[in-house]
C-alpha cells in the first residue's frame, strides 16, 4: 500500500490537486473556457425553444423610423406619439407595459408633449419606465438616496449614517416620481458577454431594483433571493413575437381599427428597439448583437415560468476535479497503459459534456471545461512519466536482453511488452545446450594469455551468432563452454529441433574456424550435449546484479551429456530430445551412459542432418 502512495503518479496527483483548489476556490483562471462551452451548449439547446406569445415586443424597427418621419420628423419623435401609443395600448388591458427607452431631460421646445406622457403616465399603474446607474467618478457626485430613495421606488436594507449616492439617468422628473422606475444595466461577465440580467443594483444600503423586477414584483412572479439572474435563453435572437411601432401607432390613429382590439390583453408589452442605427445591442451567448429589448423580454419570461438558470454548488466541480483525477491516478498505478488511461479520459470527457448538456435542459448549469482541463493536465503529467518510464524500462530491457539475445528476439520481445524488470521466474520445458572446447588446456600452453582470450572472443562470437540464428537464448560462458537454451524467454514449439540444427551449425562453424588458426592447433575440437526437460527459468542473483538464467535437473544433465562426447561424437542428445524431432535428423544410438551425479542412466543418441 505504501507503494502505490508513495510514486511519481501520486505526487503529480498531489500537485495537480493544489492547483485544483488553489483555482477553483481563489484564480479562476479557465473561468472564460467555462463560459465557452456552456455558451455553445445554451445556444444548442435555445435552438430548439419557442418563448411563450405572454411577452409582445412593440419594435422601433427601420421601417417604423422611415415612415414616422414623414408625419413626426426624424427620431427622437415628439413625447405626445409615446403617450398617443401608451392610450391605445392600455385600452386593450395588458398586463404590464415597460418602456426600454429613457426619456431624460424635459423637452423645452415642447413642454406640452412632455406634460402629456405624465399625465399618461400617472394614469396607468401598469406602466414602467427605465433608468441607468452610471459609474460615480467623483466623490459628492450623484443622487442623494437618503433624500430621494423612496421617493423613487428604492429600498433600503439597513440604516446608514453617511449619505448613499447613487450615479442616475432618470427620465425627466415627473415621471422619475411615479416610483415605478426600473434598472436596465446589462451585466457582463469578465470576457464582455452578458449571461445574466440583475435583479438588483446594490449601491451602500440601498438596493436598486431592475426594471425586470418591478414588473416580476407587481405580476406577483416569484422573485429569488439572489442580486442577479443567470438567463434561460427562448431561442434564438429575435424569436419573440415582434410588431412594428408604426404599424401599431398608425393602427390606433385610424377611426377604423384594422388589427384585433385583444391584441394587447393580457399581455406583457415592451417597447422599444431592435434597429441596428439605435445601438441597444449587446453581446451574448445567442449573438453578438442581440437587442437589449429582447434580452429584458427573457428576463421577464424567465421570472414567469421560474425557469431561468441555476448555477450548481461551487463545491461540486471541485469534487468532480478531485474524484476525475483520483480515478486516471488509480488507472496509471494498477498498470494501464498511457493510451488506455487516454481513451478512458476521452470517454469520461465526453460523459461529463453530455451530462452538463442534459442538466442545462433542467436549467441546471454545471460548469465542467475547468474540471476538464486540470484532469487533462494529470493525464499529460502522468502520461509523459509513463512514457518516459517506458522508455527508459524499454532501453534497459534491450540492453539486458541484447546480452543473451538475438537483436531480432529482442524485438519481439519488447513489441509483446515484455521487460526484465516485470519477467517473473517460472518454471518451463526448455532444451539446453552445452558445448565445451576440446583441447584448450594444451592449446592455453603454447600462447600467451592475450591470444588465448583474442582465439576465444573470435570463437565465442561466432557461435554465438549461430545460437542466435536458430533463435536461442546464450546463458553464460563458462571459461571454455557456452551454455545456451530454447524455450524461454521466447516460447518455442520448435526448441528441440532449433538446438540441433544450432549444434550441427556450431560444429560447421568450428571446422571453418580451424582453417584459421595455426595448423598446430587443429587439434581443437568441440563436444556439445543437448538434453530436453523442465527448468526454472528467470533472473536469478542479488540487488545489484541479476542474470538471466535457466537452473534445474534438465541444465544438469545437458552438462552431464556433454561430459559423455569425449571420444564417442561431437555431439550427443539424449532420448528426450530425441523424441521431440525423430523425424527431423538421422540418429545414431550409443547406448545407455551412466553420468555423474544421477542415478538413473541415460540413453544418448547421435544426430545428422538427412540426405
Same mark, same amino acid.
Given at each position: 500500500?505504501?507503494?502505490?502512495?508513495?510514486?511519481?503518479?501520486?505526487?503529480?496527483?498531489?500537485?495537480?490537486?493544489?492547483?485544483?483548489?488553489?483555482?477553483?476556490?481563489?484564480?479562476?483562471?479557465?473561468?472564460?473556457?467555462?463560459?465557452?462551452?456552456?455558451?455553445?451548449?445554451?445556444?444548442?439547446?435555445?435552438?430548439?425553444?419557442?418563448?411563450?406569445?405572454?411577452?409582445?415586443?412593440?419594435?422601433?424597427?427601420?421601417?417604423?423610423?422611415?415612415?414616422?418621419?414623414?408625419?413626426?420628423?426624424?427620431?427622437?419623435?415628439?413625447?405626445?406619439?409615446?403617450?398617443?401609443?401608451?392610450?391605445?395600448?392600455?385600452?386593450?388591458?395588458?398586463?404590464?407595459?415597460?418602456?426600454?427607452?429613457?426619456?431624460?431631460?424635459?423637452?423645452?421646445?415642447?413642454?406640452?408633449?412632455?406634460?402629456?406622457?405624465?399625465?399618461?403616465?400617472?394614469?396607468?399603474?401598469?406602466?414602467?419606465?427605465?433608468?441607468?446607474?452610471?459609474?460615480?467618478?467623483?466623490?459628492?457626485?450623484?443622487?442623494?438616496?437618503?433624500?430621494?430613495?423612496?421617493?423613487?421606488?428604492?429600498?433600503?436594507?439597513?440604516?446608514?449614517?453617511?449619505?448613499?449616492?447613487?450615479?442616475?439617468?432618470?427620465?425627466?422628473?415627473?415621471?422619475?416620481?411615479?416610483?415605478?422606475?426600473?434598472?436596465?444595466?446589462?451585466?457582463?461577465?469578465?470576457?464582455?458577454?452578458?449571461?445574466?440580467?440583475?435583479?438588483?443594483?446594490?449601491?451602500?444600503?440601498?438596493?436598486?431594483?431592475?426594471?425586470?423586477?418591478?414588473?416580476?414584483?407587481?405580476?406577483?412572479?416569484? #422573485? @429569488?433571493?439572489?442580486? $442577479? %439572474?443567470?438567463?434561460? =435563453?427562448?431561442?434564438?435572437? !429575435?424569436?419573440?413575437?415582434?410588431?412594428?411601432? +408604426?404599424?401599431?401607432?398608425?393602427?390606433?390613429?385610424?377611426?377604423?381599427?384594422?388589427?384585433?382590439?385583444?391584441?394587447?390583453?393580457?399581455?406583457?408589452?415592451?417597447?422599444?428597439?431592435?434597429?441596428?442605427?439605435?445601438?441597444?445591442?449587446?453581446?451574448?451567448?445567442?449573438?453578438?448583437?442581440?437587442?437589449?429589448?429582447?434580452?429584458?423580454?427573457?428576463?421577464?419570461?424567465?421570472?414567469?415560468?421560474?425557469?431561468?438558470?441555476?448555477?450548481?454548488?461551487?463545491?461540486?466541480?471541485?469534487?468532480?476535479?478531485?474524484?476525475?483525477?483520483?480515478?486516471?491516478?488509480?488507472?496509471?498505478?494498477?498498470?494501464?497503459?498511457?493510451?488506455?488511461?487516454?481513451?478512458?479520459?476521452?470517454?469520461?470527457?465526453?460523459?461529463?459534456?453530455?451530462?452538463?448538456?442534459?442538466?442545462?435542459?433542467?436549467?441546471?448549469? #454545471? @460548469?465542467?471545461?475547468? $474540471? %476538464?482541463?486540470?484532469? =487533462?493536465?494529470?493525464?499529460? !503529467?502522468?502520461?509523459?512519466?509513463?512514457?518516459? +518510464?517506458?522508455?527508459?524500462?524499454?532501453?534497459?530491457?534491450?540492453?539486458?536482453?541484447?546480452?543473451?539475445?538475438?537483436?531480432?528476439?529482442?524485438?519481439?520481445?519488447?513489441?509483446?511488452?515484455?521487460?526484465?524488470?516485470?519477467?517473473?521466474?517460472?518454471?518451463?520445458?526448455?532444451?539446453?545446450?552445452?558445448?565445451?572446447?576440446?583441447?584448450?588446456?594444451?592449446?592455453?600452453?603454447?600462447?600467451?594469455?592475450?591470444?588465448?582470450?583474442?582465439?576465444?572472443?573470435?570463437?565465442?562470437?561466432?557461435?554465438?551468432?549461430?545460437?542466435?540464428?536458430?533463435?536461442?537464448?546464450?546463458?553464460?560462458?563458462?571459461?571454455?563452454?557456452?551454455?545456451?537454451?530454447?524455450?524461454?524467454?521466447?516460447?518455442?514449439?520448435?526448441?528441440?529441433?532449433?538446438?540441433?540444427?544450432?549444434?550441427?551449425?556450431?560444429?560447421?562453424?568450428?571446422?571453418?574456424?580451424?582453417?584459421?588458426?595455426?595448423?598446430?592447433?587443429?587439434?581443437?575440437?568441440?563436444?556439445?550435449?543437448?538434453?530436453?526437460?523442465?527448468?526454472?527459468?528467470?533472473?536469478?542473483?542479488?540487488?545489484?546484479?541479476?542474470?538471466?538464467?535457466?537452473?534445474?535437473?534438465?541444465?544438469?544433465?545437458?552438462?552431464?551429456?556433454?561430459?559423455?562426447?569425449?571420444?564417442?561424437?561431437?555431439?550427443?542428445?539424449?532420448?528426450?530430445?530425441?523424441?521431440?524431432?525423430?523425424?527431423?535428423?538421422?540418429?545414431?544410438?550409443?547406448?545407455?551412459?551412466?553420468?555423474?551425479?544421477?542415478?538413473?542412466?541415460?540413453?544418448?543418441?547421435?544426430?545428422?542432418?538427412?540426405?
Amino acid at each position: 500500500m505504501s507503494e502505490r502512495w508513495n510514486n511519481p503518479f501520486s505526487l503529480l496527483a498531489l500537485f495537480t490537486i493544489l492547483l485544483v483548489l488553489l483555482d477553483l476556490t481563489l484564480l479562476g483562471l479557465f473561468k472564460n473556457f467555462d463560459y465557452r462551452l456552456n455558451d455553445w451548449l445554451l445556444h444548442t439547446v435555445a435552438e430548439k425553444r419557442v418563448p411563450a406569445n405572454e411577452v409582445v415586443i412593440i419594435d422601433i424597427d427601420e421601417k417604423s423610423l422611415e415612415q414616422l418621419a414623414a408625419t413626426h420628423g426624424r427620431y427622437p419623435w415628439p413625447r405626445s406619439v409615446h403617450a398617443e401609443l401608451i392610450e391605445g395600448i392600455e385600452r386593450q388591458k395588458p398586463k404590464a407595459v415597460i418602456f426600454d427607452i429613457i426619456f431624460a431631460d424635459p423637452d423645452q421646445l415642447h413642454q406640452e408633449d412632455d406634460s402629456y406622457l405624465s399625465e399618461v403616465a400617472g394614469q396607468h399603474q401598469n406602466l414602467f419606465f427605465p433608468f441607468v446607474r452610471l459609474p460615480l467618478s467623483e466623490q459628492g457626485e450623484g443622487i442623494d438616496l437618503d433624500l430621494y430613495g423612496e421617493r423613487l421606488g428604492f429600498s433600503e436594507v439597513a440604516q446608514n449614517i453617511t449619505a448613499d449616492q447613487a450615479a442616475l439617468l432618470l427620465p425627466y422628473l415627473s415621471m422619475a416620481l411615479n416610483g415605478r422606475l426600473g434598472a436596465i444595466n446589462f451585466i457582463e461577465d469578465s470576457d464582455g458577454v452578458g449571461r445574466r440580467y440583475p435583479l438588483y443594483l446594490s449601491e451602500g444600503d440601498w438596493r436598486l431594483p431592475s426594471i425586470v423586477t418591478k414588473v416580476a414584483r407587481q405580476l406577483g412572479y416569484s #422573485i @429569488p433571493e439572489q442580486e $442577479s %439572474l443567470m438567463l434561460n =435563453w427562448q431561442g434564438p435572437v !429575435l424569436s419573440y413575437q415582434r410588431l412594428s411601432y +408604426s404599424e401599431i401607432y398608425n393602427d390606433f390613429s385610424r377611426e377604423v381599427a384594422q388589427r384585433k382590439q385583444d391584441e394587447f390583453t393580457d399581455k406583457v408589452v415592451i417597447i422599444g428597439s431592435t434597429a441596428t442605427g439605435m445601438h441597444d445591442l449587446r453581446v451574448t451567448p445567442m449573438g453578438s448583437l442581440h437587442p437589449a429589448i429582447e434580452i429584458i423580454a427573457t428576463a421577464i419570461d424567465n421570472l414567469r415560468e421560474g425557469d431561468y438558470l441555476t448555477e450548481t454548488h461551487p463545491v461540486i466541480p471541485v469534487v468532480i476535479t478531485l474524484l476525475s483525477i483520483a480515478a486516471v491516478w488509480l488507472l496509471f498505478i494498477t498498470g494501464s497503459t498511457p493510451l488506455l488511461v487516454g481513451a478512458m479520459t476521452l470517454l469520461w470527457t465526453l460523459v461529463l459534456i453530455a451530462v452538463e448538456y442534459l442538466w442545462l435542459g433542467q436549467q441546471l448549469l #454545471i @460548469p465542467v471545461v475547468t $474540471s %476538464l482541463i486540470f484532469i =487533462w493536465f494529470y493525464y499529460a !503529467l502522468a502520461a509523459l512519466y509513463a512514457f518516459r +518510464s517506458e522508455r527508459q524500462a524499454r532501453e534497459q530491457s534491450i540492453q539486458i536482453f541484447s546480452r543473451f539475445l538475438d537483436s531480432r528476439v529482442v524485438d519481439e520481445l519488447i513489441s509483446s511488452g515484455e521487460s526484465a524488470l516485470n519477467m517473473k521466474s517460472e518454471s518451463r520445458q526448455i532444451t539446453v545446450l552445452f558445448s565445451d572446447i576440446r583441447g584448450f588446456t594444451t592449446m592455453s600452453e603454447k600462447h600467451t594469455a592475450e591470444e588465448i582470450v583474442d582465439i576465444l572472443n573470435r570463437y565465442f562470437s561466432r557461435q554465438v551468432q549461430v545460437i542466435f540464428q536458430h533463435s536461442g537464448t546464450v546463458d553464460k560462458f563458462i571459461g571454455d563452454a557456452i551454455m545456451a537454451f530454447w524455450g524461454a524467454p521466447v516460447a518455442d514449439d520448435n526448441q528441440a529441433v532449433n538446438a540441433i540444427n544450432a549444434a550441427l551449425d556450431m560444429v560447421d562453424m568450428l571446422m571453418a574456424f580451424r582453417e584459421e588458426i595455426d595448423a598446430e592447433e587443429r587439434g581443437f575440437d568441440v563436444g556439445i550435449g543437448i538434453h530436453t526437460g523442465e527448468s526454472v527459468v528467470g533472473f536469478i542473483g542479488s540487488e545489484n546484479r541479476l542474470d538471466y538464467t535457466a537452473i534445474g535437473d534438465t541444465v544438469n544433465l545437458a552438462s552431464r551429456i556433454e561430459g559423455q562426447t569425449k571420444g564417442v561424437a561431437r555431439i550427443l542428445v539424449s532420448n528426450e530430445t530425441r523424441k521431440q524431432c525423430a523425424e527431423q535428423f538421422e540418429f545414431i544410438e550409443h547406448g545407455i551412459f551412466k553420468v555423474k551425479g544421477r542415478s538413473e542412466e541415460v540413453q544418448l543418441f547421435e544426430p545428422r542432418r538427412r540426405t
